[in-house]
Protein backbone atom coordinates (compact mmCIF):
# COMPACT_ATOMS: atom_id res chain seq x y z
CA UNK A 1 0.00 0.00 0.00
CA UNK A 2 1.43 3.44 -0.88
CA UNK A 3 0.13 6.09 1.41
CA UNK A 4 0.71 9.95 0.07
CA UNK A 5 1.04 12.37 2.43
CA UNK A 6 -0.73 15.47 0.56
CA UNK A 7 -0.65 17.83 3.60
CA UNK A 8 0.00 17.77 6.74
CA UNK A 9 -1.35 20.88 8.92
CA UNK A 10 -4.50 21.55 10.84
CA UNK A 11 -7.35 23.92 9.21
CA UNK A 12 -5.64 27.23 8.92
CA UNK A 13 -2.57 25.79 7.72
CA UNK A 14 1.40 26.85 8.41
CA UNK A 15 2.40 29.74 7.74
CA UNK A 16 -1.38 29.96 8.82
CA UNK A 17 -3.10 32.11 6.04
CA UNK A 18 -3.55 35.49 8.05
CA UNK A 19 -0.79 35.17 10.82
CA UNK A 20 1.94 36.38 12.16
CA UNK A 21 2.98 34.73 15.11
CA UNK A 22 6.31 33.60 15.40
CA UNK A 23 5.95 30.15 14.54
CA UNK A 24 4.28 31.43 11.59
CA UNK A 25 7.48 33.60 10.75
CA UNK A 26 10.09 31.13 11.57
CA UNK A 27 8.37 28.32 9.45
CA UNK A 28 8.08 31.07 6.71
CA UNK A 29 11.81 31.61 7.01
CA UNK A 30 12.66 28.23 7.26
CA UNK A 31 10.82 26.69 4.60
CA UNK A 32 10.92 22.99 3.75
CA UNK A 33 9.42 20.92 5.90
CA UNK A 34 7.88 23.50 7.83
CA UNK A 35 5.63 24.61 5.16
CA UNK A 36 2.18 22.66 5.34
CA UNK A 37 -1.08 22.29 3.54
CA UNK A 38 -4.19 21.29 4.85
CA UNK A 39 -4.26 17.48 6.05
CA UNK A 40 -4.97 14.49 3.32
CA UNK A 41 -3.81 11.22 2.39
CA UNK A 42 -3.79 9.69 -1.14
CA UNK A 43 -3.85 5.49 -0.91
CA UNK A 44 -2.52 3.76 -3.87
CA UNK A 45 -2.74 7.02 -6.31
CA UNK A 46 -6.80 6.24 -6.42
CA UNK A 47 -8.40 6.48 -2.82
CA UNK A 48 -8.52 9.72 -1.12
CA UNK A 49 -9.02 10.64 2.33
CA UNK A 50 -10.29 13.70 2.49
CA UNK A 51 -10.84 16.24 -0.14
CA UNK A 52 -9.08 19.83 1.50
CA UNK A 53 -9.03 23.24 0.02
CA UNK A 54 -5.45 22.41 -1.27
CA UNK A 55 -6.55 20.17 -3.32
CA UNK A 56 -5.01 22.36 -6.50
CA UNK A 57 -1.80 22.87 -4.48
CA UNK A 58 -1.31 19.01 -4.47
CA UNK A 59 -1.94 18.41 -7.89
CA UNK A 60 0.48 20.61 -9.13
CA UNK A 61 3.02 20.14 -6.10
CA UNK A 62 2.86 16.53 -6.90
CA UNK A 63 1.80 16.16 -10.62
CA UNK A 64 -0.87 14.25 -9.64
CA UNK A 65 -3.91 12.64 -11.83
CA UNK A 66 -7.01 12.73 -10.05
CA UNK A 67 -8.83 11.67 -12.62
CA UNK A 68 -7.61 8.08 -11.13
CA UNK A 69 -9.00 8.71 -7.88
CA UNK A 70 -12.45 6.93 -8.03
CA UNK A 71 -13.29 7.34 -4.37
CA UNK A 72 -12.75 9.84 -1.70
CA UNK A 73 -13.85 8.70 2.12
CA UNK A 74 -14.37 11.76 4.39
CA UNK A 75 -12.95 11.92 8.42
CA UNK A 76 -15.58 14.77 9.15
CA UNK A 77 -17.69 18.24 7.82
CA UNK A 78 -14.84 20.49 8.97
CA UNK A 79 -13.84 22.56 6.24
CA UNK A 80 -10.31 21.91 6.26
CA UNK A 81 -11.43 18.13 5.25
CA UNK A 82 -14.29 18.46 2.85
CA UNK A 83 -13.89 21.71 0.84
CA UNK A 84 -17.58 21.05 -1.00
CA UNK A 85 -16.64 23.74 -3.64
CA UNK A 86 -14.03 21.36 -5.37
CA UNK A 87 -15.58 18.37 -5.56
CA UNK A 88 -18.45 20.36 -7.25
CA UNK A 89 -16.16 20.28 -10.35
CA UNK A 90 -15.71 17.08 -10.72
CA UNK A 91 -19.06 17.78 -12.52
CA UNK A 92 -19.85 18.62 -16.12
CA UNK A 93 -19.17 20.76 -17.54
CA UNK A 94 -16.00 20.90 -15.34
CA UNK A 95 -14.75 17.52 -16.21
CA UNK A 96 -13.71 15.35 -19.25
CA UNK A 97 -13.30 12.17 -17.86
CA UNK A 98 -14.61 10.04 -21.47
CA UNK A 99 -16.45 7.11 -20.10
CA UNK A 100 -15.54 7.54 -15.96
CA UNK A 101 -17.79 6.05 -13.55
CA UNK A 102 -19.01 8.64 -11.10
CA UNK A 103 -16.31 9.32 -7.63
CA UNK A 104 -17.92 7.25 -4.76
CA UNK A 105 -18.53 9.39 -1.98
CA UNK A 106 -18.22 8.10 1.59
CA UNK A 107 -19.19 10.13 4.54
CA UNK A 108 -20.82 10.71 8.00
CA UNK A 109 -24.36 12.17 7.85
CA UNK A 110 -23.63 15.69 8.50
CA UNK A 111 -20.79 15.40 5.71
CA UNK A 112 -23.19 14.15 3.00
CA UNK A 113 -25.50 17.22 4.22
CA UNK A 114 -23.26 19.60 3.40
CA UNK A 115 -22.29 17.80 0.30
CA UNK A 116 -25.67 17.86 -1.22
CA UNK A 117 -26.21 21.40 0.03
CA UNK A 118 -23.25 22.51 -2.38
CA UNK A 119 -24.35 20.33 -4.99
CA UNK A 120 -27.66 22.92 -4.56
CA UNK A 121 -25.81 25.63 -4.83
CA UNK A 122 -23.88 24.89 -7.40
CA UNK A 123 -26.12 23.06 -9.85
CA UNK A 124 -29.77 23.66 -8.21
CA UNK A 125 -30.41 19.93 -7.11
CA UNK A 126 -29.13 17.98 -4.39
CA UNK A 127 -27.33 15.20 -7.07
CA UNK A 128 -24.97 15.15 -9.66
CA UNK A 129 -24.36 12.31 -11.69
CA UNK A 130 -20.43 12.88 -11.51
CA UNK A 131 -20.80 11.69 -7.74
CA UNK A 132 -21.56 8.45 -5.91
CA UNK A 133 -22.76 9.45 -2.59
CA UNK A 134 -22.74 6.39 0.58
CA UNK A 135 -23.99 7.26 4.20
CA UNK A 136 -21.69 5.52 6.58
CA UNK A 137 -21.03 5.75 10.11
CA UNK A 138 -18.76 4.26 13.17
CA UNK A 139 -18.64 0.39 12.16
CA UNK A 140 -18.96 0.70 8.04
CA UNK A 141 -17.08 -1.29 5.85
CA UNK A 142 -16.37 -0.76 2.36
CA UNK A 143 -14.08 -2.69 0.07
CA UNK A 144 -12.57 -1.07 -2.75
CA UNK A 145 -10.83 -3.19 -4.75
CA UNK A 146 -8.33 -4.93 -2.78
CA UNK A 147 -8.50 -1.93 -0.23
CA UNK A 148 -10.88 -2.77 2.21
CA UNK A 149 -11.87 0.64 4.92
CA UNK A 150 -13.22 0.45 8.29
CA UNK A 151 -14.38 3.59 9.59
CA UNK A 152 -14.07 3.69 13.30
CA UNK A 153 -15.36 6.84 15.81
CA UNK A 154 -13.28 9.95 16.55
CA UNK A 155 -13.69 12.11 19.49
CA UNK A 156 -13.37 15.08 17.86
CA UNK A 157 -16.62 17.49 17.66
CA UNK A 158 -19.91 16.20 19.24
CA UNK A 159 -22.29 17.58 16.84
CA UNK A 160 -21.49 14.72 13.92
CA UNK A 161 -19.86 11.30 13.76
CA UNK A 162 -16.63 11.95 13.39
CA UNK A 163 -14.78 9.64 11.64
CA UNK A 164 -10.85 7.76 11.36
CA UNK A 165 -9.95 4.61 8.77
CA UNK A 166 -8.30 1.49 9.47
CA UNK A 167 -7.33 0.48 5.67
CA UNK A 168 -6.04 -2.98 4.29
CA UNK A 169 -4.84 -4.37 1.57
CA UNK A 170 -3.58 -8.05 2.12
CA UNK A 171 -2.07 -8.55 5.36
CA UNK A 172 -0.99 -5.15 5.32
CA UNK A 173 -2.72 -2.29 7.70
CA UNK A 174 -2.46 1.66 8.07
CA UNK A 175 -4.21 3.48 11.04
CA UNK A 176 -5.22 6.67 9.77
CA UNK A 177 -6.12 8.67 13.13
CA UNK A 178 -6.22 12.54 12.72
CA UNK A 179 -8.89 15.48 14.21
CA UNK A 180 -9.11 13.11 17.55
CA UNK A 181 -8.36 13.53 20.79
CA UNK A 182 -7.40 10.14 22.48
CA UNK A 183 -9.56 7.69 21.43
CA UNK A 184 -12.83 6.12 24.06
CA UNK A 185 -11.26 3.39 25.99
CA UNK A 186 -12.93 0.79 23.37
CA UNK A 187 -10.71 1.56 20.97
CA UNK A 188 -8.68 -1.49 21.64
CA UNK A 189 -11.51 -3.28 21.96
CA UNK A 190 -13.02 -2.13 18.45
CA UNK A 191 -9.63 -2.22 16.67
CA UNK A 192 -9.03 -5.62 17.31
CA UNK A 193 -12.18 -6.65 16.02
CA UNK A 194 -11.59 -4.74 12.83
CA UNK A 195 -7.95 -6.15 12.59
CA UNK A 196 -8.94 -9.67 12.95
CA UNK A 197 -5.96 -11.02 14.38
CA UNK A 198 -3.33 -8.66 12.49
CA UNK A 199 -1.13 -5.96 14.03
CA UNK A 200 -0.84 -2.43 12.21
CA UNK A 201 1.75 -1.69 10.29
CA UNK A 202 2.09 1.86 10.24
CA UNK A 203 -0.39 4.44 12.33
CA UNK A 204 -0.45 8.24 11.70
CA UNK A 205 -1.57 10.06 14.49
CA UNK A 206 -2.71 13.73 15.16
CA UNK A 207 -1.16 15.95 16.53
CA UNK A 208 -2.56 19.74 16.39
CA UNK A 209 -1.75 20.70 19.97
CA UNK A 210 2.26 19.83 19.45
CA UNK A 211 3.88 20.76 23.09
CA UNK A 212 0.82 22.00 24.35
CA UNK A 213 -1.50 19.34 26.37
CA UNK A 214 -4.42 17.90 24.20
CA UNK A 215 -7.75 18.82 24.00
CA UNK A 216 -11.33 16.57 23.98
CA UNK A 217 -11.23 17.01 20.24
CA UNK A 218 -7.44 16.94 19.38
CA UNK A 219 -3.70 15.07 20.47
CA UNK A 220 -0.34 16.81 21.12
CA UNK A 221 3.25 15.01 21.06
CA UNK A 222 2.50 13.86 25.22
CA UNK A 223 -0.98 12.23 23.92
CA UNK A 224 0.98 10.52 20.47
CA UNK A 225 3.32 8.74 23.23
CA UNK A 226 1.04 7.35 25.28
CA UNK A 227 -1.42 6.06 23.21
CA UNK A 228 1.94 4.20 21.12
CA UNK A 229 2.11 2.62 24.39
CA UNK A 230 -1.02 1.89 24.48
CA UNK A 231 -1.57 0.20 21.26
CA UNK A 232 1.86 -1.93 22.10
CA UNK A 233 0.61 -2.91 25.59
CA UNK A 234 -2.35 -3.81 23.34
CA UNK A 235 -0.47 -6.21 21.07
CA UNK A 236 -2.17 -4.19 18.36
CA UNK A 237 1.20 -2.64 17.69
CA UNK A 238 4.76 -4.20 17.32
CA UNK A 239 8.23 -3.36 16.89
CA UNK A 240 7.84 -3.22 13.47
CA UNK A 241 5.01 -0.84 13.58
CA UNK A 242 5.94 2.48 11.99
CA UNK A 243 4.57 5.55 14.03
CA UNK A 244 3.65 9.14 12.60
CA UNK A 245 2.65 12.32 14.02
CA UNK A 246 0.77 14.70 11.70
CA UNK A 247 -1.91 17.16 11.51
CA UNK A 248 -0.12 20.25 13.02
CA UNK A 249 -1.33 23.30 13.56
CA UNK A 250 0.66 27.30 14.85
CA UNK A 251 -0.98 26.79 17.96
CA UNK A 252 1.35 23.65 18.87
CA UNK A 253 4.42 26.29 18.70
CA UNK A 254 6.54 23.37 17.21
CA UNK A 255 9.07 23.39 14.40
CA UNK A 256 9.52 20.25 12.11
CA UNK A 257 13.12 20.46 13.48
CA UNK A 258 11.80 20.14 17.12
CA UNK A 259 9.26 17.28 16.51
CA UNK A 260 11.96 15.50 15.12
CA UNK A 261 14.04 16.08 18.11
CA UNK A 262 11.28 14.80 20.54
CA UNK A 263 9.04 12.41 19.06
CA UNK A 264 11.77 10.56 17.06
CA UNK A 265 13.98 10.19 20.63
CA UNK A 266 10.36 8.02 21.15
CA UNK A 267 10.67 5.91 17.98
CA UNK A 268 8.06 8.50 16.23
CA UNK A 269 8.11 10.16 12.73
CA UNK A 270 6.68 13.77 12.17
CA UNK A 271 5.38 13.47 8.60
CA UNK A 272 5.70 15.83 6.41
CA UNK A 273 3.90 17.45 3.05
CA UNK A 274 4.24 14.90 0.10
CA UNK A 275 5.85 11.90 2.38
CA UNK A 276 5.54 8.86 0.82
CA UNK A 277 4.68 5.63 2.80
CA UNK A 278 5.12 2.04 1.36
CA UNK A 279 3.97 -0.18 4.17
ZN1 LIG B 1 -8.52 19.09 10.74
ZN1 LIG C 1 0.67 31.59 13.36
ZN1 LIG D 1 -11.78 18.84 12.43
Known amino acids: MEVLFLGTAAAEGIPALFCKCETCLRAGLAGGHDIRSRCGF ?7 LDMTPDIMLHKLRYNLDLTAVDAVCFTHSHTDHLAWAELTFRGSPYAYIPGGPPLAVYANKKSCFVIREGLKFEFGVPEDPSLEIHEIAPGSVIQRGELRVTALKARHDPREDCLFFLLEEGERAFLQMNDTGLPEEDLERVLAEALRGRKLDAVSMDCTTGREKGSAGHMGMGENIFLKKRLLDAGLASGKTRFISN ?13 CEVLGAQGIVPAYDGMILEI
Open 42 to 48: LINRHLM
Open 247 to 259: HFSHNGHVSHGEL
